[in-house]
């Protein structure tokens, strides 16, 4: 399966908005909520989009997945040094691609553009509570940085170690 990443266009926001509202409800049969379904609608999507991040995981021209690419993260890491890290956010994936391939694909671009800006991290977080994905991320090569209250979150940061080109 060749997967392809590209920057989303105006015209991606309700694509986008789908599949994270997809990924939401999926969690939510799971008694694993994530994201409130109106912080998903297109509206607020295309506004992210417009600020350039949002990229799409491709499958054969199929859009297969979500990643939102943010250079600053205030709210989640107040901490850190301006300029030193990228952060994602928001990785989602059509029920059909799941198993890993998709997100690590998404995951793996979000490491090469980091490393292409000069940053030295890659960081996310996600809700404490969710250890299958705690793993997830930290198969990929995350390492936990801390966790930190967040109202109404209680999220694990983790970070990833740009190694140097």
């Known amino acids: 399966m060749r997967i392809y990443v590209e920057q989303a266009t105006a015209t991606d926001a309700k694509t986008v908005s789908d599949i994270l509202l997809e990924a ?3 969690l939510r049969q799971r008694n694993l909520p994530m994201w409130r379904d109106n912080e998903l609608v297109p509206e607020i999507i295309a506004a992210d989009i417009a600020d350039g991040l ?3 995981g491709k499958c054969n021209s199929e859009v297969a997945g979500v990643i939102k690419f943010q250079l600053e993260d205030r709210k989640f890491w107040p901490d850190v040094v301006d300029g030193e890290s990228a952060f ?8 059909r691609f799941a198993g890993g391939e998709v997100s690590n694909q998404l995951l793996r671009w979000a490491v ?8 030295h ?3 996310l977080d ?6 299958k994905l705690r793993a997830f991320y930290e198969r990929f090569g995350f390492r936990h940085h801390s966790d ?3 109202p109404p979150y209680f999220v694990s940061r983790y970070e990833y170690e740009i ?3």
């Open 24 to 26: 939401a409800a999926w």
């Open 54 to 56: 949002f990229f799409l």
């Open 88 to 95: 994602v956010h928001r990785l989602a994936v059509r029920r």
């Open 112 to 119: 090469h553009r980091t490393r292409n800006l000069k940053r």
């Open 121 to 123: 991290f890659l960081r």
């Open 126 to 131: 996600c809700e404490s509570s969710r250890p």
């Open 148 to 150: 930190l209250a967040v």
């Open 163 to 165: 190694p140097s080109a």
